[in-house]
């Protein structure tokens, strides 16, 4: 039975409503600061912690709820008499109802405060109370969460008590708060100190929502984002089209990421987390163009990534075939109106350029960490008597950007600005090079992920016309494939950066 209750929050959306029905069902109020004044301006009977305490706030508020008073009337235990006893010989009442959301450290971190005003935001009275009332869960409700204000009503209305699985599921919602709470704060404090791989893991992300499913109908599945609101899933808008999917998210992070490579206007068009084709154009319409024609097939049901705003001939262009998401910076109104032709195309807005700093994957029993891929090259070294053409060097640059997002064994033909010919996923480097390159048909240039393990890759090549050679280099036989491209007149720039993606 809930006889006190001490209400702390930030956020006061419904509050009122919830503490009437509390004191509507003969509940005494216990309160602090800021929700104090409010429940007492509303006519709320209310008591100040500090009329429980016997002590005033200090240190301009930080120190109010830490007091034997108030956790000693959150964690006794009440079927413990020896708890009971102490609480009676020092005049503590208990407290059985608990709600508490905290000062917002996860919406001040994308505000731009100095260290000194960010500090101010982390909580600590907040989450002691709620870990407190969390672990004696059976004997208090605890409540973090403003969505849960209604099922405590709805099961005190109909059942005069909160059920104990609700009491259990309420305290687990309490150290997911906390535990993300406090990785959020972590990773600040070890960002300001440029400090990577700490001894524990600390990841603070919000769902967004429940997918309707994995990557196959029988997985289920969900999207969380960052709490800092950085990222492309925290700043993308649904302007027309069905809900993502999995599959859908993952596409679109890869295809958005390629596109913001370029400063030119890119396209990327994408099918099952690989590109299928990369162009630059002058327009938007140039650039999905080009990126079309590198191939018409596999583009089919597929993902389109723009840098650049969307206008309406890129859109007629568009939806002569069938795609599932279309993203773009922005789209003009015309545009958005031939491509709200296809009920069912996702078209989305997204604002900002890719943010993350490091990857996660998970693996059995764990997880790998690793940097984000930022560095296309170490430097551009030419290592055969002949030289690209300035325009050759562009096209290298150019497919490496595109051969860092594709499943090694990468390889890219390019011509004219265009990834012509794609080829990844293999376990070996000459299938990948025979693909690209019958794909292309007509390629001038050729990127690697990574080193040539034998000369096989450059006659093949040869065979058809290939100009010049982008690469990593790094290989025990590097001495092999540079020979080759000498004997045939191939360009090879070795970048000494190594792209494999997994």
Not at 77 to 88: A, Y
Request: glycine share 6%.
């Amino acid at each position: 039975m809930i006889k006190r209750a001490l209400i702390s929050v930030y956020d006061k959306t419904n509050i009122i409503t919830f503490a009437n029905f509390l004191v509507s069902n003969g509940v005494e109020l216990i309160s602090t600061g800021g929700t104090y004044k409010l429940l007492k301006e509303k006519g709320l009977p209310v008591k100040e912690v500090s009329e429980v305490t016997n002590a005033e706030e200090m240190l301009d508020g930080r120190v109010k709820t830490l007091h034997p008073k108030i956790h000693g009337g959150i964690l006794a235990i009440r079927n413990n008499e020896n708890h009971m006893e102490t609480l009676n010989a020092r005049e503590i009442q208990t407290i059985d109802l608990v709600c508490v959301n905290l000062y917002p450290f996860f919406d001040k971190l994308e505000e731009n405060l100095s260290f000194e005003e960010m500090i101010e935001f982390i909580d600590i009275g907040g989450p002691t109370m709620l870990r407190s009332a969390a672990k004696n869960f059976q004997d208090v409700v605890v409540v973090s969460q403003i969505e849960d204000y209604r099922t405590i009503m709805a099961e005190i209305e109909n059942q005069g008590e909160v059920t104990y699985s609700t009491r259990r599921r309420l305290a687990a919602k309490v150290f997911n708060l906390t535990s993300s709470y406090d990785a959020a704060i972590a990773n600040y404090l070890f960002k300001e100190e440029g400090l990577s791989n700490p001894k524990y893991l600390s990841l603070s992300y919000e769902k967004l929502e429940d997918l309707r499913y994995g990557e196959n109908p029988h997985q289920n599945a969900a999207i969380y984002k960052r709490t800092d609101k950085n990222g492309m899933m925290n700043n993308i808008e649904i302007l027309n089209g069905k809900q993502l999917s999995y599959n859908n998210i993952k596409d679109m992070d890869i295809a958005w990421k390629v596109v913001n490579e370029f400063e030119e206007t890119a396209c990327c068009t994408l099918k099952h987390n690989t590109p299928c084709g990369v162009a630059l154009g002058e327009t938007p319409e140039e650039a999905y163009t080009k990126a079309f024609s590198c191939d018409e097939v596999s583009i089919y049901g597929g993902i389109v990534a723009l840098n650049n705003k969307v206008n309406k001939l890129a859109a007629l262009e568009m939806v002569k075939t069938f795609l599932e998401i279309v993203i773009a910076p922005d789209f003009d109104e015309e545009a958005l109106e031939v491509l709200k032709t296809k009920k069912n195309l996702r078209v989305i807005k997204c604002t900002t350029s890719p943010q993350d700093e490091i990857e996660v994957v998970s693996v059995d029993g764990g997880i790998l960490l690793q940097d984000v891929d930022k560095k296309i090259y170490e430097e551009l070294k030419v290592v055969t008597k002949t030289a690209p053409t300035d325009d050759e060097m562009e096209n290298l640059v150019f497919g490496m950007k595109v051969a860092k997002y594709v499943k090694s064994n990468a390889i890219v033909a390019i011509k004219d600005k265009m990834a012509k010919g794609i080829a990844g996923g293999q376990v070996n480097r000459i299938w990948s090079t025979v693909q690209a390159l019958d794909r292309a048909k007509d390629g001038v240039v050729l990127a690697s992920d990574g080193f040539f393990p034998f000369r096989d890759c450059v006659e093949e090549a040869n065979k058809c016309n290939i100009k010049a050679i982008i690469q990593p280099g790094g290989s025990v036989r590097d001495k092999e494939s540079i020979e080759a491209c000498e004997e045939y007149g191939i360009a090879m720039v070795i970048t000494g950066t190594r792209h494999f993606k997994h």
